[in-house]
């Protein structure tokens, strides 16, 4: 069987992709190693078998020794350690949740319902990368996908509202903070029959635009919030996230040539 690795299982993502193989018994068809990169030699996860030691994911070593590594660890742990793991000779299946390799010429992005084709003749051809695209453009793609191939579609204007999830972990912890900070502010006034509401929406707002509020992920204040852009700026006006729109929908659709236009609005809200 092939050895397949396993890094960042515990995350969001990779909790979601536990819980599925474990739903259909695909652990009995591989054999896995799961990596860590702050428990090493800790037990590994119950999948139904013998619980392993957790292995050093910073190891090149260790993972060379891998048919396949799946990551859900972030883009700066697969711009870590890519580049040396394929620097040393590996040649095994690298396949990837973060959005860092979806630029390479190398990479595949995996949307099987949509680009099967281009996944089997990647295979064939000796590709080895394959990434996870954007959640927005998998879910857009899924829907209209097909009109894409029958060349129906000019250009595509998209509006996205995003939950925290989307940022990760961290920044749904943070979310919840900041709802917890703004729940403390308004209780005492909330409790008091004369209580004015318009003096409690005004001293929400004065705490939510104050240092006091926890914002290190999102950078302003979620909770009682939207924020109507996503990722960092690019230098053309897009935010990353709109960037990603255009760019991954048409090398999902293998279109390299006069690429379809897209564009839109991406606009994180407080849900979690």
């Given at each position: 069987?092939?050895?397949?690795?396993?890094?960042?299982?515990?995350?969001?993502?990779?909790?979601?992709?536990?819980?599925?193989?474990?739903?259909?018994?695909?652990?009995?068809?591989?054999?896995?190693?799961?990596?860590?990169?702050?428990?090493?030699?800790?037990?590994?996860?119950?999948?139904?078998?013998?619980?392993?030691?957790?292995?050093?994911?910073?190891?090149?070593?260790?993972?060379?020794?891998?048919?396949?590594?799946?990551?859900?660890?972030?883009?700066?742990?697969?711009?870590?350690?890519?580049?040396?793991?394929?620097?040393?000779?590996?040649?095994?299946?690298?396949?990837?949740?973060?959005?860092?390799?979806?630029?390479?010429?190398?990479?595949?992005?995996?949307?099987?319902?949509?680009?099967?084709?281009?996944?089997?003749?990647?295979?064939?051809?000796?590709?080895?990368?394959?990434?996870?695209?954007?959640?927005?453009?998998?879910?857009?793609?899924?829907?209209?996908?097909?009109?894409?191939?029958?060349?129906?579609?000019?250009?595509?204007?998209?509006?996205?509202?995003?939950?925290?999830?989307?940022?990760?972990?961290?920044?749904?912890?943070?979310?919840?903070?900041?709802?917890?900070?703004?729940?403390?502010?308004?209780?005492?006034?909330?409790?008091?029959?004369?209580?004015?509401?318009?003096?409690?929406?005004?001293?929400?707002?004065?705490?939510?635009?104050?240092?006091?509020?926890?914002?290190?992920n999102f950078g302003y204040s979620l909770a009682g919030n939207?924020?109507?852009?996503?990722?960092?700026?690019?230098?053309?006006?897009?935010?990353?996230?709109?960037?990603?729109?255009?760019?991954?929908?048409?090398?999902?659709?293998?279109?390299?040539?006069?690429?379809?236009?897209?564009?839109?609005?991406?606009?994180?809200?407080?849900?979690?």
């Amino acid at each position: 069987m092939k050895k397949v690795g396993f890094v960042g299982w515990r995350g969001m993502v990779g909790s979601v992709l536990m819980d599925r193989m474990k739903e259909e018994n695909d652990f009995k068809l591989i054999h896995p190693v799961f990596f860590t990169t702050s428990q090493i030699g800790e037990p590994g996860p119950d999948i139904g078998s013998e619980v392993q030691p957790l292995i050093d994911a910073n190891s090149v070593e260790y993972l060379g020794d891998m048919d396949l590594v799946v990551s859900c660890q972030g883009s700066d742990y697969t711009k870590q350690m890519h580049s040396l793991l394929r620097n040393s000779g590996w040649n095994g299946y690298w396949i990837d949740a973060a959005s860092f390799l979806r630029k390479s010429e190398k990479s595949i992005i995996v949307l099987d319902p949509i680009n099967s084709d281009q996944i089997e003749k990647g295979i064939d051809t000796g590709i080895k990368d394959y990434v996870g695209g954007n959640c927005t453009v998998s879910l857009m793609l899924m829907a209209i996908g097909g009109l894409f191939k029958e060349n129906l579609i000019q250009w595509v204007c998209s509006m996205t509202y995003q939950a925290a999830s989307g940022a990760g972990a961290a920044s749904m912890q943070e979310l919840l903070t900041q709802m917890k900070q703004i729940g403390e502010i308004s209780n005492k006034s909330l409790t008091k029959s004369s209580s004015n509401i318009l003096e409690i929406d005004k001293d929400i707002n004065k705490f939510i635009n104050s240092d006091k509020i926890s914002k290190k992920n999102f950078g302003y204040s979620l909770a009682g919030n939207v924020l109507p852009y996503i990722d960092s700026q690019l230098k053309n006006g897009q935010s990353r996230e709109e960037w990603k729109n255009q760019f991954e929908t048409n090398k999902i659709l293998g279109i390299t040539n006069d690429p379809i236009p897209l564009d839109g609005i991406c606009v994180r809200v407080g849900s979690m």
